[in-house]
């Protein structure tokens, strides 16, 4: 393959990749962020004491809490992560009595058991919470509550190995083994026990026989997964440490909107005035910036898009654009201009000391592209200590920058360095005026 053919095929590549890029926009949207489409945000830091200290294990209590206690809500798309070692952060897109919510998130947790009426066993976890939504009599009278638990812990049953089974393994106080004794007593033989956490039933395994002390187990689990859900839940009783609301902040969707409008308006004005200057300027550069900020802008979209789906498939929180991100893109396009513009001030210097058009701009290219790689490398390391230390929204502004920058390198290298080397290769520019510069003979 000659040079002109692999910088055509570069060309075309880049305009193939940004077509589909528009195409999957069109499919598909990004989800704006609480900040635009309004809601609640809520920082929690974790207070631990020497009883209860923080650490990995707790925060995961905490975690499935929450996310327990926001179910209830009935919000759509809520977000609760993990932020640091301390800080939970929980995001409730569109909700409107604030004060509600924060009372539910930040109430005790109590977990129960209870005996699975005779109308209702035999039936799975979903189908009873559907009921106990719709206020039914699905459950006797609280027979105990998480106090009377010591430990809970998820491991495989070793005696049904052939089966893949698992196995939650309880420990239970002095009062506590009792308490179970009686639970599991002959009356209760065959009957479904419910663990019910903040309300809901997480699970209801069968009272084979009476159970006496001290020590139980819930058998027949299907997956590790499940096992380790099952015993989290059963050590959850109450939060294991305090947690402090460190920051709130409610948006209205009014608010959101107008927010949003004027960040689109400032990047189109910001994106026409980029444009117009380096036309006006560059001259025929100009045109090539301008096809360089479109295939920059639309491989930003679509790259953004295909992060959206892959953490969405693996289970991670989706991509939000907020108001960060989007200052984020309108700087991105600051940057991706000054690229070209270093570029083609290198040229033009290349010129003025005395070079062909053809040299300069295989030389100019070169040396350009090397100053504006050093900067971009550096914005990028501070991007991406932005992104491991950043909370929510500056998370977003920072993911914006590393993965603009890596665009930015991709068309530098891939589009313009190759319709650049096109125009050496074939000598399509013959008047140093067209790009910019007077007075200076081309040969």
């Given at each position: ?272 005035l980029v444009a ?52 984020g893109i309108i ?107 007077r007075g200076v003979?081309?040969?």
């Amino acid at each position: 393959m000659s040079q002109k053919q692999k910088y055509l095929t570069s060309i075309i590549l880049i305009f193939l990749l940004a077509g589909a890029s528009i195409y999957g926009l069109v499919k598909r949207n990004i989800d704006l962020g609480l900040d635009i489409r309004g809601g609640l945000n809520v920082i929690l830091t974790a207070k631990g004491t020497k009883k209860n200290p923080v650490n990995k294990r707790t925060m995961e209590q905490a975690l499935f809490i929450m996310r327990n206690r926001v179910d209830k809500l009935g919000v759509s798309e809520p977000t609760i992560e993990q932020h640091g070692s301390r800080n939970i952060i929980v995001q409730l897109p569109g909700v409107k009595d604030a004060k509600k919510a924060i009372n539910i998130i930040g109430q005790t947790a109590l977990l129960e058991f209870a005996i699975v009426q005779d109308k209702y066993q035999g039936q799975d976890v979903e189908k009873l919470n559907k009921a106990l939504e719709k206020k039914e009599k699905v459950l006797g009278e609280i027979l105990m509550t998480g106090d009377a638990l010591t430990s809970a812990s998820a491991g495989f049953d070793q005696e049904v190995k052939a089966q893949n089974s698992y196995i939650v393994s309880l420990n239970f106080t002095n009062k506590g083994a009792d308490d179970f004794a009686s639970v599991t007593a002959k009356k209760n033989k065959n009957k479904g026990l419910a663990i019910v956490l903040d309300g809901k039933i997480i699970t209801a395994p069968n009272i084979n026989e009476p159970i006496t002390g001290g020590k139980a187990q819930i058998e027949g689990i299907d997956t590790l997964e499940e096992a380790k859900e099952v015993a989290l839940v059963l050590q959850t009783g109450q939060l294991p440490f305090k947690l402090e609301i460190a920051q709130q902040q409610q948006v209205g969707p009014t608010l959101g909107k107008d927010s949003l409008n004027a960040a689109l308006i400032a990047m189109i004005i910001g994106f026409i005035l980029v444009a117009l200057y380096m036309l006006i300027y560059y001259r025929l550069f100009g045109l090539i910036a301008w096809a360089s900020l479109a295939a920059f802008a639309s491989l930003l979209f679509g790259s953004l898009l295909l992060l959206d789906i892959i953490m969405e498939s693996v289970g991670a929180v989706g991509i939000s654009l907020s108001l960060p991100s989007i200052a984020g893109i309108i700087l991105m396009i600051g940057i991706a201009a000054d690229s070209s513009i270093i570029v083609y001030e290198r040229i033009k210097e290349e010129v003025r000391e005395g070079r062909s058009l053809r040299s300069a701009i295989d030389v100019g290219f070169s040396r350009g592209f090397k100053t504006f790689l050093d900067a971009d490398l550096v914005t990028f390391l501070t991007a991406a200590i932005l992104f491991n230390f950043g909370i929510g929204p500056i998370k977003g502004f920072a993911m914006i920058l590393m993965v603009g920058i890596f665009i930015d390198i991709v068309v530098s290298l891939m589009f313009k360095r190759s319709v650049l080397k096109l125009i050496a290769i074939n000598n399509w520019i013959k008047n140093p005026a067209l790009i910019g510069i007077r007075g200076v003979n081309s040969e």
